[in-house]
């Protein structure tokens, strides 16, 4: 247990709808990280914060998706319009920060769109 | 940008000794973290090196050479519960973030 917890496991939507995803990371950790997974590939970058500030934003993730931290503890990660090509594992990392950078992971929320 | 090279598959016995290979192209490095990832479940931590030569933890090894781009995980003693996807990914040096970009990972069976 790495103490890294998502919200939903699993989420079926259809196409169109909006989904909204939880992290809540290790409680000391500053920073938190959202990686996008689909299968046979390695995670994806999508987005990072360091406390309440989102500091980086992978130029992959399109208008649609949107990420909060607002009080620098959970953070939520909402895609709107999904889209088929959504489909895949959303992962949530967090690290301490301050030199230890090493990153936990949840363990993820998959998104099925039909 | 980061781009990294690993095999897709490799097969080996229970009880042997293999070498996961990694080589990367970066445009910065502060590191190189290996995950390992079972089916269905999320990556977790194995080892992390940032200066030459070899880590050893347990029945688990990290090498890195940075002149040359090139890591490896060596695992020893292969069990079973070994088969798993390897991530290996290295943490971007051109800011402070520790943003870590992955390899798609080294699919390793362990046979009987």
């Known amino acids: 247990d790495t103490g890294v917890s998502q919200d939903p496991r699993h989420k079926i939507t259809k196409r169109g709808q909006n989904v909204t995803f939880r992290c809540d990371p290790i409680?000391?950790?500053?920073?938190l990280y959202w990686y996008r997974q689909t299968l046979g590939q390695g995670p994806e970058f999508l987005t990072y914060?360091?406390?309440?500030?989102?500091?980086?934003k992978s130029r992959l993730l399109s208008d649609r998706f949107s990420a909060e931290r607002p009080k620098g503890s959970f953070s939520t990660l909402e895609i709107q319009r999904t889209e088929q090509g959504d489909s895949a594992m959303y992962l949530c990392?967090?690290?301490?920060?301050?030199?230890?950078?090493?990153?936990?992971f949840g363990p993820g929320t998959r998104l099925l769109v039909l | 940008g980061q781009n990294i090279d690993q095999p897709t598959e490799m097969t080996a016995t229970e009880g042997a000794i293999v070498q996961i290979n990694c080589t990367y192209q970066?445009?910065?490095?502060?590191?190189l973290f290996w995950y390992q990832q079972h089916a269905g479940e999320a990556p977790t931590f194995l080892s992390y090196?940032?200066?030459?030569g070899l880590e050893e933890k347990g029945r688990f090894s990290s090498f890195l050479s940075r002149s040359k781009g090139y890591s490896y995980l060596l695992l020893k003693e292969l069990q079973m519960k070994d088969s798993a996807s390897y991530l290996c990914?290295?943490?971007?040096?051109?800011?402070?973030?520790?943003?870590?970009?992955f390899g798609d990972g080294t699919t390793l069976t362990v046979k009987p």
């Open positions: 914060f360091q406390n309440e500030a989102q500091l980086e």
């Open positions: 990914a290295v943490r971007d040096g051109n800011t402070n973030a520790g943003k870590s970009t």
């Open positions: 090196n940032v200066l030459d």
């Open positions: 409680s000391e950790h500053n920073r």
């Open positions: 990392a967090s690290s301490l920060g301050l030199g230890k950078e090493t990153q936990y």
């Open positions: 970066t445009s910065g490095f502060n590191g």
